[in-house]
């Protein structure tokens, strides 16, 4: 077998997905023998990766800075270019995450080894992995992409664009900031439009980030263009609903960001800006968002931040959003929402939809246990194309379940697991530990219902300890869950209003501080590895990054 035969079995899909792991290897170990470099053979390198060129006399240019999770396509930054391309705005979207992506890539498989700063720090094989995320808070990161990042800004500089659009979030956030302030000191004039998921809640976005002319809050499809039409006439706009402005009154009385209810007048992102088979990662690997629904149908988990209203889309509308990408080449499909089966009739009737059209790909989703959840219902699913669901089970004990307002006893979180195994699924789960009122005899019963679930579960991608975000139940009413601070609450929520650290709130009845739920969750793993429950590279990232804490 030639190298070249070897790198078309591996990025081919409908071969890639057919052939073993095992033969993948065998075949990988006949390569290295015949001296050749696999990675550089598997990757989809050389590829035209576009220049960055900015269009002149622009009214709004919209940017996405790196890092964003590769392989999934911008869809927050496809929902506002289709907001823009339905008015008379001149505007350019630009995504510097996949540009970045595939010239560091391409680079790294260029050279003989691993890529090395000049301040001698050596780079992750790929940042943009999610085990590595938090690499890009690291000024080493921030300062070697920071070339790439100025030639955007002279670009800028030179093509002078009204105003400036950037989606942020906590990844990026870091070099965002030093982005813009960058810019504003060699371009002064410059109106600088924020949004994303760092400006969801209008009380914390301007903390997270504060150098803005105005921050959109939440979904942008009623606001952003009444935003625009006041900046082209050469106003200031002020006190808008849904926006915050450096220009507000300083007594403006907030007005909430009004939410669109028909889902079905927004067209789906169709990424027109770029070549799509950019959207790949250098493996050849992609991932096309798909939301189906926005909002949360349940939204009462006590420890959620993101419980905001359950609205869905036309059945037969999915179905032509992901024929549409079908049809472009692309296979794999994963729905971008929190509760996929929020109405379960509706994601019955698209996966109906699709076995009707005759669609083969693959579909990957988050689902909530539900008493609808038979084992009829997931063959249906499973035959429309989902290969992967994963369920935030979270509590696992009948208390914990109670305590977390899951809506769902153990028995169900069984039965939900057997059939969606049964049904050929790959089957995953999350956990949270250390919810206020969670006791040792619990985590007992935890443990014993998950090794109880063993056979239906085939990796536990999350094991997480519980964070205080803020927009949650217990962040918003701490007194009625016996959560205490070590400080003056007040003053601790003022100057943490994103989430509370955990060194600076514990529970009582019984007493639970971020030790306890470390030394919880240490036990858990222990037990759950020595009884050979997979757990995925995720969790056990997370894991290593908690202990740490306690050294």
């Not at 002064?188 to 105005?214: E, M, N, Q």
């Not at 992901?322 to 472009?328: A, C, G, P, S, T």
């Not at 296979?331 to 699709?354: K, M, R, T, W």
Request: with cysteine; charged share 25%; hydrophobic share 35%.
């Amino acid at each position: 077998m030639t190298a070249l035969t070897f790198r078309r079995l591996l990025i081919t899909p409908p071969i890639s997905n057919i052939i073993s792991k095992a033969l993948i290897r065998r075949i990988k170990n006949v390569v290295i023998k015949m001296g050749f470099n696999v990675e550089q053979l598997t990757s989809i390198y050389p590829i035209n990766i576009p220049p960055i060129d900015i269009y002149s006399d622009l009214d709004f240019l919209l940017m996405e800075l790196p890092p964003r999770y590769m392989p999934f396509m911008p869809n927050g930054l496809g929902y506002v270019h289709n907001i823009l391309k339905k008015h008379a705005f001149r505007f350019q979207t630009l995504d510097l995450n996949i540009i970045f992506y595939h010239r560091y890539h391409s680079q790294r498989l260029q050279s003989t080894g691993s890529i090395i700063t000049k301040d001698g720090y050596e780079m992750k094989e790929d940042p943009w992995d999610t085990i590595f995320i938090t690499e890009w808070n690291r000024p080493e990161v921030v300062e070697f992409f920071w070339p790439q990042l100025d030639e955007v800004i002279q670009e800028i500089i030179k093509k002078k664009p009204r105003t400036i659009g950037i989606s942020i979030h906590a990844n990026n956030r870091a070099i965002v900031k030093k982005f813009v302030s960058v810019l504003r000191n060699r371009m002064p004039d410059v109106k600088i439009i924020v949004g994303g998921y760092d400006c969801v809640y209008s009380d914390i976005g301007p903390h997270l980030f504060s150098d803005y002319d105005h921050m959109v809050i939440g979904e942008a499809e009623l606001t952003i263009e009444p935003l625009l039409k006041a900046l082209a006439r050469g106003e200031q706009p002020k006190n808008m609903p849904g926006v915050i402005s450096r220009y507000d009154s300083p007594n403006r009385v907030w007005v909430e960001t009004p939410l669109i209810d028909d889902l079905d007048s927004i067209d789906f992102p169709q990424y027109q800006w770029i070549d799509l088979s950019l959207y790949q990662s250098f493996t050849g690997n992609h991932l096309v968002p798909i939301a189906a629904s926005r909002g949360c149908r349940w939204g009462k988990c006590r420890f959620c931040a993101e419980c905001f209203p359950f609205r869905i889309r036309s059945p037969y509308l999915v179905a032509d959003e992901i024929e549409f990408f079908v049809n472009k080449g692309f296979f794999s499909f994963h729905f971008n929402e929190s509760d996929v089966n929020g109405d379960p009739q509706a994601l019955y009737e698209i996966c109906s939809e699709i076995i009707r059209r005759g669609l083969k790909f693959s579909l990957i989703g988050q689902i909530r246990i539900h008493k609808k959840n038979t084992r009829e219902y997931f063959y249906h699913l499973a035959k429309a194309g989902f290969r992967h669901l994963r369920f935030g089970v979270d509590g696992w004990s009948e208390n914990t379940l109670r305590l977390q307002r899951k809506g769902y006893n153990m028995k169900l979180v069984v039965q939900n697991l057997r059939n969606c195994h049964k049904a050929g699924m790959y089957t995953t789960v999350n956990m949270v530990i250390g919810v206020p009122g969670e006791t040792d005899n619990d985590v007992d019963q935890m443990i014993e219902n998950m090794i109880r679930c063993k056979d239906y579960i085939d990796s536990v991608e999350g094991i997480n300890t519980l964070i205080l975000a803020a927009g949650s139940e217990y962040y918003k009413n701490p007194d009625i869950y016996k959560i205490r601070f070590r400080g003056e609450k007040n003053t601790i929520y003022k100057q943490n209003p994103y989430y509370i650290p955990t060194d600076l709130w514990y529970s009582v009845a019984p007493y639970i501080d971020q030790t306890v739920r470390i030394q919880r969750m240490n036990r858990i793993y222990s037990v759950l590895s020595s009884n050979k429950l997979n757990v995925g590279d995720f969790a056990r990232q997370e894991i290593k990054r908690l202990r740490k804490t306690l050294d």
